[in-house]
């Protein structure tokens, strides 16, 4: 059983004299930030334990700190032993290891008396890296667990000796299978394939041996065959002789047809040529008549184009005159209309001067009138009232008809009555009082009765002496305004306003009427009538609006007239350019036609060349029969070449098949005389084949039993290693099924991981099995953790490390993992470091340590004293710190990013990033320039775990 007792790190990057003392057995949480330095315990403690101290590997040299070397020591507890290790790297390595009442040991004795303690404490011969069955990273383990001796004898103590099979028989038993087949292919080898191998060589002489002799007796029928053709061979020679002569002899009488032949075609395409050239120039002769024909038609209609064209010339010139004359006529109207228009607009103005003395003068006397009106109104104006008296006297009768609402007061309450609907409000709250009807309130609540627009307000108390305090009001009011009643006030207010009213509007009307007095007025009256008096004088004429419509009439007759008169122009200029185009072109026919006429007067007769058509079509006739008779002549010619050749090449084979019967007999002859003696060799081979067949029977029931023998031995192994891991399969599906809250079932691997989860259905009556590649993140991080637990809890020979685990799991099931931690952590020593406390608020008895504040306090320690980082040291650190801001990053970055946001050298983060990249910690994308940086898949998960 090993312990944690104390661990320090003197320097591992920018770590400096960190101290940790540990719980044991018990649980110790290490939290921290990102960056704080979690992973690097972790990385220093499996560094302590299995890497010796001249060791430079790269996860080394990852851990220098600020001096460019790594330096680390722990307190363990070791069964009854207490034991303290210290190892240094990179500069002056060192191993020391101080065993409590045994001194000191240095150098390769102190890591072999190491080993030695190891082995002591029960953690397995060779156990390498202690920690190797129950380190969690990031929500993983780092190896499987079948690697680690601790749980695999751990499990062997639990299952018994007992459970076990002879590793010893099965390995000879699986030897004996070897003899017979390969292991695993299930492929014959040894004396089973030699046996094989014979048999099938055997098998294949004795097909080739029988297969000889029936060619022996094909290769005697082929000879028969053979001596027979060869008889037949001589006829056949004379007989393609003869055919040969025959043809030779009609071949020569077809000699000299070719330039006959020749000769023909040249006469057939001179008489086609000849005849195309006579019906070109027939068809030439036809188509000039056929022009000439038409040629004085168009003459007789250019003819008959120009009669009409001067027949409407001579129209248009005559409308043209016509036109001319009347727009003059038109003219002459026109102007005597205009002045009769003007004498009658003259007299039209004097009318106009007439009626507006008469205007005038009726103005005067009104103006006369309504002066005298407002003189008398103004003598005897109406009696007028105070308007303040008349509207508080209005008021008054206003509140007084509530008189006709009784208020009562009987001791603490008032009593409301109404022959009318009123509105009561109390206390903010409006109601409705309906006739004949009561309400009763408390005197001292605040009323306000509302009775049409009048609204009043009752004091507690109050309501009677307030109604008499109104009566007297309204008759004192009625004293000073010298009125009976509110009505007479009312009728002579009404009175006086009326009389305002009628005064204003004889004032306005006479205002308008005489703005400037009424003498002005009378004075242009007077001018108007003296000149209203030249009417009479002036002659009567017709109306001027008539007279203006007939000045438009005849404007848009005189108009219309110009308008024709300007077409009937143009339509002149038009005749005469038709007519000058008419003419030159008859002009230009005449021409052509005379031209036409003497070229059809030049050509023979169409008759006459008809009938040479027809003489040169039947000489072509003729000779085309004779040339077809020469072309049938010279293709009978061909074919007696073809046949020629067809007897010499029949000749030639004849003699190449004589030669090659007569080898065929050679041949077959020597192999019937080499073929003595085969039919014994198939009756050897015979007997042979049925001696190996029985060996390899017996040889294949040999290695059915030793397969048997295997798998019967395998088959126990298989139910002894079940029974081994029953202890520890169970323990993960207590944990499992705690933490997921059903009851789970696991099928482990070979390597003690599971490999996948029997879990119910949704109808509960069965186990669905789910492959732990198909789970979310989470469970596949929860079930890591249920194994580590178990192994754990199994060996209880070392501490159990979480390094930032729990960081996929939900708040119940991590809820239900920090509990099983606890408990686990009852007998065993647990150590988590994690940048989420949180997450284990659960664990009220951990030991909780700030790895921030120990940072803090180990470095106010050794600050002074310490050199700054240079060299190997700093670009380590810059590495690191490239790592957190791809990890923090979410997206790929270039370097100036990167270089921009750690504030650092260009030049230094090229190398770190150049480092970072040959290690395959990160990934280039594109090309050198413009190229961006991010993190390999594997690192994603935690970017700053080292």
Sequence with gaps: MMRLVRLRIGEARHLRGLELTLRSPGLTII????????????????????????????????????????????????????????????????????????????GREAETRFAELLTTAGLGEG?????????????????????????????????????????????RARTELARYETPGRSQPTGDLRQARDELDRTEAAYLVATADVNAVAEARRDLETIAEQLATLPDDEARLKAEQDERLRRRAELEGLDVEVERSSRRVADLSDAIARELEALERQRELASALARSRERIEQLDRDLEERREQLTRVQAQLGASHDGLDQARRELGELRETQARAREREALASVAAGAERLSAQVARAVELRNRVAALEIAPPRRLDDALVASLQEAEARLLATRTVFETVGPSLTIRSERSVEVVVNGDLQRLEPAHAMVRPIDERIIVS?????????????????????????????????????????????????????????????????????????????????ASRLDDAPELAPSDELERRVRALSDHVEALEAAAEEAQVAERRYHEDLEQLVGAREREALQLEQAERDLAAEPAESDRVARIEDLERELETERHR???????????????????????????????????????????????????????????????????????????????????VEVLEEEQRRARERTEAPYRQLVERILTATLGERVEVILDEHLGVESLRRPTSSRTALATTPIAALSAGTREQVELACRFAATQLTGAVPIVLDDALGYSDTTRTRMLVAQLTALATDAQAIVLTAHPERYLGASDAERIDLARSTESSSDTARGTSPPPTGAASEASLEDAVRSVLGDAGGPLNRNDIASRLDADPDAVARAIRTLRDAGVIEQIGQRRGARYRLCERDRTDPHAT
Excluded at 128 to 141: C, Y
Excluded at 487 to 510: P, W
Aim: charge should be negative.
């Design 451 to 531: 009775l049409g627009d009048v609204t009043m307000e009752i004091s507690p108390g109050s309501a009677v002496s307030e109604l008499e305090e109104l009566a007297a009001e309204r008759t004192r009011l009625l004293a000073s305004l010298g009125v009976a009643s509110l009505d007479e006030a009312r009728a002579l207010l009404e009175k006086a306003a009326q009389y305002d009213h009628e005064l204003d509007q004889l004032r306005r009307e006479l205002a308008n009427l005489a703005p400037d007095g009424i003498e002005p007025l009378d004075d242009e009256a007077t001018r108007a009538r003296a000149a």
């Design 127 to 171: 156990a390498g890296d202690p920690l190797v069955s129950t380190l969690i990273d990031n929500g993983a383990g780092t190896t499987h667990l079948a690697a680690s001796r601790i749980v695999a004898e751990a499990l062997e103590r639990r299952s018994g000796e007992e459970a076990l099979v002879d590793p010893g028989l099965l390995a």
């Design 627 to 709: 040339h077809r008779e020469l072309t049938d002549a010279i293709e009978t010619r061909n074919h007696l070449d073809e046949e020629l050749e067809v007897l010499a090449t029949e000749l030639g084979g004849l003699s190449n098949r004589r030669a090659e019967l007569t080898t065929q007999r050679r041949l077959l002859e020597e192999r019937l005389e080499r073929a003595t003696g085969l039919a014994d060799r198939v009756v050897n081979l015979e007997e042979r084949l049925e001696g190996l067949r029985r060996r390899v029977a017996v040889l294949e029931g040999q290695r059915a039993a030793a397969r048997r023998l």
């Design 31 to 106: 939290h921290g930030p990102n960056e704080a330095g979690k992973s690097t315990i972790v990385a220093c403690l499996r560094l302590l334990l299995a890497t010796p101290s001249t060791s430079r590997h790269r996860e080394v040299q990852a851990l220098a700190g600020p001096s460019g070397g790594v330096e680390v020591g722990a307190v363990f507890a070791l069964d009854d032993t207490t034991v303290e290790l210290t190892k240094r790297w990179l500069t002056r390595p060192l191993t020391q290891l101080v065993i409590a009442g045994a001194g000191q040991l240095d």
